[in-house]
């Protein structure tokens, strides 16, 4: 780590960083550059930051369409995300919030060397959906460990409020409301949840999708209509499969073996979920998964 100033010194949080540009971290630093940060999003390469770009320029299309952005503001908020491939350049930011694959080791590799580049100022997060924040800060520093959290967003991030903002057990409570406050201020409603593996929304999430899933099995109704249902008689604005496949298979089966580690058979995957991901049903991204999707993949 460099430097050494007091762990509570106050952090504006003007220069965000995000490691990865997927399908999440793409749109995280996207809400961002809309609250007018200054963004640097990296990945492993040029053309997956390009396809990334792509996206987020579509995303602010639809939102003008729909009066949420002008073109303006399309501009500007692209404007202020620069991709690059080069971890180095994240010596100067104040957030930097890690958004790769949801394996631990990916995990892991990204923390040691953030740990080496970020200023000790510099607050790290992480956007996964069920590892243990403590257990990550285990990659860092003792040094750094008071400045690092999780920062669970919620898929499609440009749309989604929610962010479950979790502690480690080393984590400062300065660190705890700078970055609540930060979140704030991106558009985002934080909630404060415990290190828990899963942490709160995926364990009923999961939970919920893993009967969704044995209702198709026993036959009691079809993936349409048990979405039509939940929208219809629950209120939610996405039916469990339709989450499924714009989120992938393959990560809610991922999730769902995290959590069955952790708390045992009741978040057992179902056989057919497991069907629907060796096969290659993987959602959207796919062209096909509980629905198919004109036999093109999505970008």
């Given amino acids: 780590m460099k430097s050494n100033p007091m762990v509570e010194s106050d952090v504006t949080m003007q220069r965000v960083g995000v490691v990865g540009a997927g399908l999440m971290g793409s749109e995280i630093a996207l809400v961002f550059a809309l609250a007018g940060r200054d963004v640097l999003l990296n ?19 639809r939102g003008a369409q729909r009066g949420f952005h002008t073109v303006d503001q399309k501009e500007s908020a692209l404007a202020r995300i ?46 996964t959906s069920s590892i243990s924040i403590s257990g990550l800060a ?26 479950e903002v979790i502690p480690g057990l080393d984590t400062s409570e300065a660190c705890v409301e700078s970055t609540m406050q930060v979140c704030r201020e991106a558009g985002k409603t934080p909630i404060r949840v415990k290190d828990v ?3 709160a929304v ?23 209509d048990i979405d039509l249902a939940c929208k219809l008689g629950l209120g939610h604005p996405i039916g469990p499969f339709e989450l499924m496949d714009a989120t992938q298979n393959s990560l ?4 769902q073996n995290i959590l069955r580690e952790a708390y045992g058979e009741r978040f057992h995957p179902r056989p057919l979920l497991r069907q629907m991901v060796q096969a290659g049903y993987n959602g959207k991204r796919a062209g096909r998964g509980w629905y198919r999707y004109e036999g093109k993949k999505q970008a």
């Fill in 138 to 163: 285990s990659h860092l520093s003792p040094a750094r460990r008071a400045r690092f959290l999780g920062t669970h967003f919620f898929s499609p991030v440009s749309r989604m409020k929610l962010v």
């Fill in 82 to 127: 620069t991709t690059t491939t080069d971890l180095a350049r994240y010596a100067d930011r104040d957030l930097v919030i890690e958004a790769v694959f949801e394996d631990e080791q990916v995990k892991a590799e990204t923390f040691r060397r953030l740990d080496a580049i970020c200023s000790a100022e510099c607050i790290v997060a992480s956007n």
């Fill in 197 to 199: 593996v899963g942490f």
């Fill in 43 to 61: 990945d492993v390469s040029a053309e997956s930051l390009g396809r990334a770009l792509d996206n987020l320029g579509r995303i602010l299309d």
């Fill in 202 to 224: 995926n364990r009923v999430l999961h939970a919920f999708m893993i009967e969704a899933v044995r209702l198709v099995e026993e036959g009691v109704a079809t993936p349409e």
């Fill in 252 to 255: 809610s089966l991922q999730v």
